[in-house]
């Protein structure tokens, strides 16, 4: 999924949608009645895009990194947290998790529980014994 649409506290809708080309997200806002407000851009933090998400005080969006060379050093997602006003509060990244291709093969689903956040995706994993790189799911 790379578009995603939510509904916001006055009655009006924020779109928010991957874009390559723009090498990033492109948010529009939508009144009520869907008639276009105001659109922005927001820088990607990593390569490949996951998922978003929108609780009740913050936005949430999930990148990730191919890793081909099978280095555990690096960073292969990141979950990075915004404001209502799409200012970059923190992120946190993961690093040796076994990934080749972040996101491959599948979708990312992301919940929220208590003060848990949970995100279920996919990957595809180090070359194993038989040669081959395995797709699998994750959750984070």
């Not at 997200?25 to 851009?41: A, Q, S």
């Not at 390569?47 to 690096?74: Q, R």
């Not at 923190?90 to 992301?110: D, E, P, Q, V």
Request: glycine letters at 8%; charged letters at 25%; aromatic letters at 12%.
């Amino acid at each position: 999924m790379k578009s995603y649409l939510t509904a916001l506290d006055d009655g009006s809708f924020m779109r928010v949608q991957y874009g390559s080309k723009i090498n990033g997200l492109l948010v529009e806002y939508y009144d009520k009645d869907y008639n276009l407000t105001g659109t922005k851009i927001i820088g990607k933090e990593l390569p490949v895009f996951g998922g978003f998400y929108a609780t009740k005080d913050n936005y949430y969006v999930v990148t990730g990194e191919n890793n081909t060379d099978e280095d555990n050093t690096k960073e292969v997602y990141r979950i990075t947290k915004y404001d209502k006003h799409w200012n970059k509060i923190t992120s946190t990244g993961l690093t040796n998790c076994n990934t080749t291709k972040s996101f491959n093969a599948g979708s990312c689903r992301i919940d929220v529980s208590g003060n848990y956040m949970i995100i279920h995706t996919c990957h595809e994993m180090y070359k194993s014994d038989d040669g081959y790189n395995h797709q699998a799911n994750v959750t984070i």
